[in-house]
């Protein structure tokens, strides 16, 4: 460095007496501030794909019976517990033959309780590819006779609800039954609550739909387990009978 640059800089801080130093500079906080934000942001997106992971892998962990019917789960063991099943089916006709005409909807729902008991036995009795068929028949018809009680039991129901149960009913017949058997559920309590002479049907019917519920579980955890499913086929018709009641 030359002795002139030396005195040029020197002349350039003459009059200056102090120094005023900036304790923060802004541009460093700017900068803080934005690597703030891209970690919030980061964080945030990690966390909103850890709960999509979760969600994704309890969907893929549901149970069976909200799964797509894809044929048949469980067949039957051997010849008798065919015959079981078949003979188990028949209930169904008959209180479908003997459930209150009254309307359009109540007729409905009648036919579809012969209906039910129909596919249920032509399932069973059946073999080779035609079976897993039937298998989606039977399930769906199932859902056609909850969908068609909750009609008969109400005149007005939410037209979106049973818009998509239409759509759901040949690909999700059991979430559909789910639904509408909740339905009739809440109608039969409220309704027995009033009136005294329905309470002992009700009784029976809580009862009924119990042990169906703990038959047809255990129909799909202990698949060699036989008559389990003809079981929950005399429970099922025995709460179905109870249900009748409703529509005298």
């Known amino acids: 460095m030359s002795p002139e640059s030396t005195l040029n800089r020197t002349k350039a801080l ?33 966390i909103g794909a ?10 893929q962990q549901r149970p069976s019976c909200l799964r797509p019917i894809r044929g048949c ?3 039957d063991l051997h010849l008798l517990e065919r015959i079981a099943n078949v003979l188990t089916s028949l209930p169904f006709i008959a209180l479908g033959l003997q459930t209150p005409r009254k309307n359009l909807n109540m007729t409905l729902y009648a036919n ?7 596919t249920s036995s032509l399932y069973h009795s059946s073999r080779g590819k035609l079976r897993k068929y039937l298998r989606w028949a039977d399930y769906t018809m199932i859902a056609t006779a909850t ?6 039991l109400r005149d007005e129901n939410p037209k979106m609800l049973m ?19 909740g339905m009739m559920e809440v109608a039969f309590a409220k309704r027995a609550l009033n009136d005294p002479n329905l309470r002992m049907a009700h009784t029976v019917h809580k009862v009924s739909s119990l042990l169906g519920g703990v038959f047809f579980i255990a129909d ?3 698949p060699e387990t036989p008559y389990l499913h003809a079981a929950w086929h005399l429970a ?5 009978g109870t249900c009748n009641k409703l529509l005298e």
């Open 14 to 46: 003459d009059g200056v007496r102090g120094v005023h130093v900036v304790p923060h500079s802004p541009f460093a906080l700017k900068e803080i501030t934005e690597h703030e934000d891209y970690e919030s942001t980061c964080k945030s997106s990690f």
């Open 50 to 59: 850890n709960q999509f992971l979760l969600m994704q892998r309890a969907w």
């Open 73 to 75: 789960i469980h067949g």
């Open 112 to 118: 579809s309780l012969v209906g039910v008991g129909i």
């Open 147 to 152: 969908v068609c009680l909750s009609r008969a």
């Open 163 to 181: 818009a998509a149960s239409a759509l759901a009913l040949p690909i999700q017949p059991l979430m559909v039954s789910a639904v509408h058997t």
């Open 220 to 222: 799909d955890v202990f």
């Open 236 to 240: 099922a018709a025995v709460g179905v």
